[in-house]
């Protein structure tokens, strides 16, 4: 099974999806039809993640904890639908890679 670095890391991930969904629900209906691809590949990309972790071994590196977490932090930050799309995109692609 996973370590406490790669179990944490989904962790932040979670974090960072719920609130891109936070986003998309306070967004107008022209907002979400632009938003939901980008985050719907995030939250899908985020269950192949869940499922790695029972893969035996550490699975990233702390750069990669690190990197994840500054990307959280513009997600929080995130001021208008573009960026944030942008930004599920590479929460995505940032998945995709432990996963």
């Given amino acids: 099974m996973a370590d406490e670095q790669d179990r944490n890391y989904v962790r932040i991930a979670e974090a960072a999806l719920d609130t891109l969904f936070d986003k ?5 209906p022209a907002e979400k ?3 939901k ?3 719907t590949k ?3 990309v985020l ?3 869940r499922l790695a972790l029972f893969k035996e071994g ?3 590196s702390a750069a990669d904890l690190q990197q994840l977490t500054d ?3 513009e997600i929080d930050a995130a001021a208008d639908t573009q960026a944030t799309i942008l ?3 590479k929460l995505a692609a940032l998945l995709g890679a432990f996963a």
């Fill in 87 to 89: 930004l599920a995109i």
């Fill in 33 to 35: 039809w632009h938003l």
């Fill in 37 to 39: 691809p980008a985050i």
């Fill in 24 to 28: 998309y629900a306070s967004a107008t």
């Fill in 71 to 73: 990307l959280k932090a």
């Fill in 58 to 60: 550490t699975l990233i």
């Fill in 47 to 49: 269950l192949d993640a």
């Fill in 42 to 44: 995030a939250a899908e």
